[in-house]
């Protein structure tokens, strides 16, 4: 009896039936990338400092300059391994009373400022930005800074709980369910993300989103994996995850656009819900159907896809099943990844990739945020190494395989990241360069994680055993605004 993959020899492999669904789905990688990672612009932290009522009209009076302005009001540096006082804390003087000069102005008050007694912000923060962002709106800085990393780890949170879950929905309802349920929800929780009226409802709605946007993604690459036959099923792996570094370069252009969060967070969310029209296109996955002894449905889409290709249908497609043909319906579940020890060995395995990848990955992507320079330059050429990242894995994949190229790639990405502490601050140019390196090696190590996931795992469990990557989701959830 014909399987899949002989059909698909027959009637096209990858022909423009499947190239009209791979293109359809890389738009869901392409939407991934502002939850990915939005948070470097979402919560992003500009230079701030303590509002002190009186300074504003100070200034105005006496024309100063904002650097002026900030010599003689604003706290200098404290000692070394000190909180920044300038940031966090003010000068406890009335800058209403009239005896304030325009040259230094607390030279009257104290013949050493450092005598001056200092004091909270009570009366919040100045921030040096045209923009906004959650940090500027919710004045989560100083005390508060770590409610910025809380944001970050909700979404993660979502990611290895929606994984394990949405995984599982996907390989027992079905890819295209999973798909467009996902979808829309993803797309609802965007948009109530941009309009959260407070903080706490901020939080939740990020870590719905996270429940629903990881396995969305995990669905679409799964799909088309299996749309596909064995010689392009990793070529397109490998480009929709391209389709998420395109993401990355697209948000990188709409965030220096829309410089305030909630407009921004509108702009990478209404689109999404663009996306459910194209899916109606999409047929569920013959390979999934087949698994659930679904025969017919699956013969129907074959033949589907032969008409589209512009082919003849095979003779025996009607005796259409899969290469290990059950006697019974198959039904996943999360121990099936466990069940043997071979499945246990690449389970694990697999998690601790994802685990080690996923930390360098997203540290990488927020460390451009620390380097003192254009945040959104320096945001668009560290996304533009993984493109480099594709090509080299596309072009050597056959030559060195999986192994070597998983265990090279794993090397440079943790070389850059050492060298990198020995860096010098003000050695921008070296510290960014050092960063794209590792950024591109880790690139590899995930795409290939990717790839080896599709191929390593049985149709029936494909999507559970995608979805352990979750576990990457808590390890980094403490790297959010830090960097931003």
Excluded at 178 to 190: M, P, Q, R, W
Excluded at 391 to 408: E, K, N, Q, V
Excluded at 453 to 477: M, V
Aim: proline letters at 5%.
């Amino acid at each position: 009896m014909p399987t899949v993959d002989d059909v698909l020899e027959q009637v096209g492999e990858f022909g423009w039936f499947q190239k009209q669904i791979f293109l359809i789905l890389c738009l869901i990688s392409v939407a991934f990338a502002p939850i990915y990672v939005g948070i470097v612009f979402l919560g992003f932290i500009p230079d701030h400092r303590c509002r002190s009522p009186g300074v504003a009209e100070l200034s105005r009076r006496c024309g100063w300059s904002l650097e002026e302005e900030l010599n003689y009001t604003v706290p200098g540096p404290g000692p070394a391994g000190q909180a920044f006082p300038q940031q966090c804390l003010r000068y406890e003087v009335d800058w209403n009373q009239s005896a304030l000069g325009c040259v230094d102005p607390l030279a009257g008050l104290a013949a050493n400022r450092s005598h001056l007694p200092l004091g909270p912000c009570q009366h919040g923060w100045v921030y040096d930005t045209p923009g906004s962002s959650i940090v500027t709106e919710f004045n989560l800085v100083c005390e508060d800074s770590w409610k910025v990393d809380l944001f970050q780890s909700c979404v993660n949170v979502g990611f290895l709980l929606g994984s394990l879950g949405v995984g599982y929905i996907a390989d027992r309802f079905g890819r295209k369910v999973c798909l467009l349920a996902t979808t829309l929800i993803n797309a609802v929780l965007g948009v109530l993300t941009a309009v959260a009226p407070d903080y706490i409802s901020l939080l939740l709605f990020r870590l719905m989103q996270g429940l629903v946007s990881k396995g969305n993604w995990t669905a679409g690459y799964t799909l088309i994996t299996e749309f596909v036959g064995l010689g392009y099923r990793r070529t397109v792996a490998i480009l929709y995850q391209a389709a998420f570094s395109v993401g990355l370069v697209l948000l990188s252009g709409l965030a220096y656009a829309v410089p305030h969060w909630r407009r921004l967070q509108l702009a990478v969310s209404l689109p999404v819900f663009l996306l459910l029209l194209g899916f109606w296109y999409v047929p569920e996955s013959p390979r999934w159907l087949l698994s659930q002894k679904r025969n017919a449905q699956a013969v129907k889409i074959m033949d589907r896809i032969a008409q589209k290709n512009g082919k003849l249908p095979s003779a025996d497609l009607k005796m259409l099943s899969l290469p290990e043909d059950a006697t019974e319906k198959l039904s996943p579940s999360f121990t099936d990844l466990f069940r043997t020890a071979r499945l246990r060995k690449y389970t694990f395995i697999l998690m601790y990739l994802w685990f080690t990848s996923s930390v360098l990955y997203q540290g990488l992507i927020l460390h451009v945020g620390a380097t003192g320079g254009n945040l959104y330059l320096d945001f668009f050429y560290s996304a533009l190494v993984e493109f480099p990242a594709a090509l080299i894995i596309l072009f050597t994949i056959d030559r060195f395989g999986r192994i070597y190229l998983l265990a090279l790639s794993n090397m440079v990405a943790g070389a850059a990241c050492f060298i990198m502490v020995f860096v010098p601050h003000d050695l921008h140019w070296l510290s960014t360069v050092v960063a794209c390196v590792g950024r591109m090696g880790i690139t590899i190590v995930f795409e290939m994680v990717c790839l080896v996931n599709a191929e390593l795992f049985p149709t029936f469990i494909s999507a559970g055993g995608a979805g352990c990557r979750g576990i990457d989701a808590a390890s980094s959830g403490d790297q959010g605004g830090r960097f931003a």
